[in-house]
C-alpha cells in the first residue's frame, strides 16, 4: 500500500520527511568533528544544521592545536636565537628577548584560523547555526532554551574538557586549564604543571625556551607513557638539558597560597613530603568527555565517565542517533575526530556501512624534538608477537639533513612482521611529524618496508630516514633469500 506515492516506510523516512522534522540532520558541536560532520553532510544535499554552545571551532582552534602550536613556533624561534653560535652567527652585546607580546601573537593566529570557520561562511553554505545549549526532548527533538527543534538523525560532537583531580585545596588557588592558558595577557615567572602528558610535556618545554621556570609533576614512572620508552626517556632527557624540572613518581596532595605564590605539597615514590611554590600552576592530568547537561537518557542513548557508548559505526542505542570525536573516544586528536566524522557522517546517510578501524592511529608530541607514534611500540609488538617481528633501527646522525640544521639528535624505529610488514613506526627527531607519513602510507596500504628503497627521494630530507630503513630491509631480505644463500655456497665452493 502507498500513501501519496510512497510506502509507509518511504513516508516515515523520507518521502515527507520535511513535513515531518525541521532537519535531515542537526550535528550538536562545531569543533573538529563537527564542522566536518556538517559540511560532509551538506555535500550530500541534507539539510543540517549545527548547534554550538560557545564558538565554531572548538578545543583545536581556541585551546588547543592552534593556540599550543604557534606558542611552539615563537619558542623554538627564541630557542634558535639563544643558539646562535651552532649557526656560525655573532650577535651584538646585551641581546635580549623581549617575550612580551608572544600570548597577543598566539591570539592572533587563533583568529587567522577561526576566520575560516566562522558561522557567515558556513551559513552562506546553507548550514544553519544555532548558539546555546542542547538538551535532548527524546531521539527526534532538542530544546536551545525556549526553543524546540527536530530532526530525523543527530551526530553528536561535544567534544572533551580538561580533567579537574579532587585534590584539596586546588579550588582555592587560581589555577590554569588548557581553556585559560592561551588567554593569558602576559607569561608568568613560574608554572607548574600537573601531568606529564602530552599538553603538559609540549607546554613545559615551549614556555622554558620563553624563560619561564616550569616543573613538571607527574604520578607514573615517566613521562609520555603511551610513547616507546626508549624515546619518551630521550625526550625526557632533553627537556631537562634545557632546565625543565621533571618530577616522576610524585603526587600533588595539598594546593595552598604563600602571598602572591602557589604552594603545592608533594609526596614521592617514598612517600617524602616536599613543598615547591610557583606563580602558576596548569593542571593537565587528562580529558573527560562533555556529555553533561544533554540529558541522553531522554534519547535513550548510554554513556560512562569514558563517554558516549557507540557501536564500531559510531553509533549509539538510539538507531537514528551517532556520535563522534573526543566525547566517543577512545583517541582525543583532532584528526582522529575528522576521521571519525567522515565515518559517522557515510554510515549515518548510506546503505553501505563502514566500522572504525584504529590499526593505523598516529599522533605527534610537537616537543623539540618531536616525537611521532605510528600504532604498535617495541614493547606493545613483543607483547603481541613474541620473536616474531623485526625492529630497524636509524639514528639521525646518519642524514645528512640532520646534519646541515645541527639536528643530530633523533632516533627511528621502525617495526615490522615475519612478512616485512609495518606494524609500527616511532620518531623522535626534527621533523619527526612529516617524516612519519611516509610510513604511515606504507603501513596503511598493507606495502613492505622493503619496497621503499626503490622508490626516488629528494635530497637531502628528513623522511630520507624511512627509505635508509627501507634499504636495510632489503638487503636482510636478500641476504635470507634462499637463490642468494645457495649462490654464495656455490660460489664458495669454486673459489
Not at 603538559?200 to 607527574?218: C, P
Not at 557508548?309 to 559510531?314: A, F, R, V
Not at 584504529?358 to 616537543?367: A, K, L, M
Amino acid at each position: 500500500m502507498k500513501v501519496h506515492g510512497f510506502t509507509p516506510v518511504e513516508f516515515y523516512e523520507g518521502g515527507l520527511n520535511m513535513a515531518k522534522y525541521e532537519y535531515d540532520l542537526v550535528v550538536i558541536g562545531g569543533g573538529a568533528a563537527g564542522l566536518v560532520t556538517s559540511k560532509t553532510a551538506n555535500g550530500f544535499g541534507k539539510k543540517v544544521a549545527i548547534i554550538e554552545k560557545k564558538k565554531l571551532g572548538g578545543e583545536c582552534t581556541w585551546n588547543g592545536c592552534i593556540p599550543s602550536k604557534a606558542l611552539i613556533k615563537s619558542s623554538q624561534i627564541a630557542h634558535q636565537i639563544k643558539d646562535f653560535k651552532k649557526y656560525g652567527l655573532k650577535v651584538e652585546p646585551n641581546f635580549k628577548i623581549d617575550t612580551g607580546n608572544v600570548m597577543a601573537h598566539v591570539q592572533t593566529i587563533v583568529q587567522k584560523v577561526y576566520n575560516e570557520n566562522m558561522p557567515e561562511s558556513l551559513e552562506k553554505l546553507g548550514i544553519n547555526i544555532i548558539f546555546g545549549d542542547a538538551q535532548f526532548v527524546d531521539n527526534h527533538s532538542v530544546t536551545i532554551g525556549p526553543r524546540k527543534i527536530t530532526a530525523k538523525k543527530f551526530i553528536i560532537c561535544t567534544g572533551s574538557s580538561a580533567l579537574i583531580p579532587p585534590i584539596e585545596g586546588l579550588n582555592t588557588v587560581s589555577y590554569l586549564t588548557n581553556e585559560s592558558l592561551f588567554h593569558l595577557k602576559s607569561l608568568p615567572e613560574s608554572m607548574i604543571i600537573l601531568g606529564g602528558g602530552p599538553i603538559g610535556i609540549e607546554i613545559s618545554q615551549a614556555l622554558n625556551r620563553l624563560n619561564v621556570n616550569t616543573t613538571v609533576v607527574e604520578m607514573l614512572d615517566r613521562i609520555l607513557l603511551r610513547e616507546d620508552v626508549e624515546m619518551s626517556d630521550m625526550l625526557a632527557d632533553r627537556l631537562k638539558e634545557e632546565g625543565v624540572k621533571i618530577l616522576t613518581q610524585t603526587k600533588a596532595v595539598k594546593f595552598g597560597k604563600n602571598k602572591d605564590k602557589i604552594v603545592v605539597n608533594l609526596k614521592d615514590q617514598k612517600n617524602q613530603d616536599k613543598k615547591i611554590e610557583s606563580d602558576t600552576v596548569l593542571v593537565a592530568v587528562g580529558r573527560k568527555p562533555n556529555t553533561d547537561g544533554l540529558k541522553l537518557e531522554n534519547a535513550g542513548i548510554k554513556y560512562n565517565s569514558k563517554g558516549i557508548i557507540t557501536d564500531d559505526y559510531l553509533r549509539t542505542d538510539a538507531p537514528n542517533i551517532y556520535a563522534c570525536g573526543d566525547v566517543v573516544g577512545p583517541y582525543q586528536f583532532s584528526h582522529l575526530a575528522e576521521y571519525q566524522a567522515v565515518i559517522a557522517t557515510i554510515n549515518i546517510f548510506l546503505p553501505l556501512k563502514r566500522k572504525v578501524d584504529y590499526s593505523n592511529v598516529i599522533w605527534c608530541t610537537f616537543t623539540h624534538p618531536e616525537l611521532a607514534h605510528l600504532s604498535l611500540t617495541e614493547d606493545e609488538a613483543r607483547k603481541k608477537y613474541g620473536n616474531g617481528i623485526k625492529v630497524y633501527r636509524q639514528q639521525y646522525k646518519n642524514l645528512d639533513r640532520a646534519k646541515t640544521d645541527n639536528e643530530e639528535i633523533g632516533l627511528a624505529k621502525f617495526i615490522c612482521n615475519k612478512k616485512g610488514n609495518l606494524i609500527g613506526a616511532h620518531i623522535i627527531g626534527n621533523n619527526a611529524s612529516e617524516a612519519l607519513q611516509e610510513a604511515q602510507l606504507l603501513k596503511s596500504f598493507d606495502i613492505k618496508l622493503s619496497k621503499i628503497q626503490s622508490v626516488i627521494h629528494s635530497y637531502p630530507i628528513y623522511s630520507e630516514i624511512v627509505r635508509k630503513a627501507g634499504k636495510n630491509a632489503y638487503i636482510e631480505n636478500l641476504r635470507n633469500n634462499f637463490f642468494v644463500k645457495l649462490g654464495k655456497r656455490l660460489f664458495s665452493k669454486n673459489k
